[in-house]
C-alpha cells in the first residue's frame, strides 16, 4: 500500500534572478513496510525532495499524495494536521531539547493529544531501542548513538505511516551506523511503516528494499 506519493513533482527556487529548478519532474513513492533510500550528491535535490514528502513544503507543480488522497492544495493548517498524524522526522535540525528527560523528549509531539496515554507508548518505544535503563537521562548523558535512537523513538510516538530519516547515520561511527539501522529495520517491520531515508553514506544501501538515485533533480533508477 502506497502512503505517499510524489508524481510528476517540480520544485523551482527563486533565487534573486536566477530560477533554480530543484526537482525536474520527479516521481516517487513509499509503501508501508519498505525502506526507501534516496541517495545522491549534494545539490541534487534530496532535501528538496524530502521536504515535499514531509509536507513541509509543497511542489511548485505536481501532485503529492498521502494515503491516495491529494494533498497538493490543502491549507498549511490542513498540512500541519497530516504531519501531526502520519509522518515522523528524523532530521539532523530537529535536536532533543536538553532540559528533558529522554522519555519528555520521546513524548513531546503528542503533548498536543490528550485523549492517549503516551507515556506508555514512550516507554515502550524506548524500551524497544534499547534505552529501557536511560528513561530518565537527559541528552546530555547520552551517547551519539543513544540520542539518535531516542530521535527515532521520538519520530514513532504518534504511530506515523511513513518516517522520514535524513542522513540517519550521519554523526555516528561505522558500528553504531549499523545498529541504528538494524533498529530501524526491526521497527519497519513491527510498526508496518514506510521508511524514505536520504544519505550520501553507501551502507545505508545494505538495508534499502528500494533506492532511488537523484542526479540533478532527476531520478536515474
Ligand atoms: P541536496 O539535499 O541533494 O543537497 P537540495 O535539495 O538541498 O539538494 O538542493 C537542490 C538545489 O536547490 C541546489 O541547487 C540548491 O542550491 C537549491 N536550493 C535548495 N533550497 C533552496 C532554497 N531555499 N532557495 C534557493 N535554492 C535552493
Ligand atoms: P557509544 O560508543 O555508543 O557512542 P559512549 O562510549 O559515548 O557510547 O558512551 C558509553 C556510555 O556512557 C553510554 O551508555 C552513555 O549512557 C554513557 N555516557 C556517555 N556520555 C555521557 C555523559 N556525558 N554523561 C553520562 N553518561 C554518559
Known amino acids: 500500500m502506497t ?20 526537482l525536474k519532474g520527479v516521481d516517487f513513492r513509499a509503501e508501508r ?15 528538496t525532495m524530502l521536504n515535499l514528502v514531509g509536507l513541509l513544503d509543497t511542489p511548485t507543480e505536481g501532485t503529492v499524495r498521502v494515503d491516495g488522497r491529494d494533498v497538493t492544495d490543502f491549507t498549511e493548517d490542513e498540512l500541519t494536521e497530516e504531519r501531526r498524524s502520519g509522518i515522523g522526522f ?3 535540525a530537529f535536536h532533543l531539547l536538553p532540559m528533558l528527560t529522554a522519555t ?4 513531546l509531539p503528542s503533548m498536543w493529544d490528550t485523549t492517549r496515554d503516551r507515556r506508555e507508548r ?28 531516542v530521535a527515532i523513538a521520538r519520530a514513532l510516538i504518534n504511530e ?14 561505522q558500528d553504531t551506523g549499523r545498529t541504528i539501522l538494524d533498529e ?3 521497527l519497519k517491520e513491527e510498526e508496518r511503516i514506510a521508511i524514505v531515508a536520504v544519505t550520501h553514506d ?3 544501501l545494505d538495508y534499502a528494499d528500494r533506492v532511488v538515485r537523484l542526479v540533478d533533480g532527476v531520478i536515474q533508477e
Open 3 to 22: 502512503v505517499v506519493e510524489l508524481e510528476d513533482a517540480v520544485k523551482r527556487y527563486q533565487s534573486g534572478r536566477e530560477t533554480i529548478e530543484a
Open 33 to 47: 513496510g519498505e525502506m526507501v533510500t534516496v541517495i545522491g550528491p549534494s545539490g541534487s535535490g534530496k532535501s
Open 90 to 92: 528524523v532530521f539532523q
Open 104 to 107: 519528555e523528549n520521546v513524548e
Open 122 to 149: 514512550a516507554v515502550d518505544l524506548l524500551q524497544r531501542v534499547g534505552l529501557g535503563d536511560r528513561l530518565d537521562h537527559t541528552p546530555n548523558q547520552l551517547s551519539g548513538g543513544q540520542q539518535q535512537r
Open 160 to 173: 506515523p505511516k511513513v518516517l522520514l530519516a535524513d542522513e540517519p547515520t550521519g554523526n555516528l561511527d
Open 184 to 186: 530501524l529495520t526491526r
Open 202 to 204: 553507501e551502507q545505508l
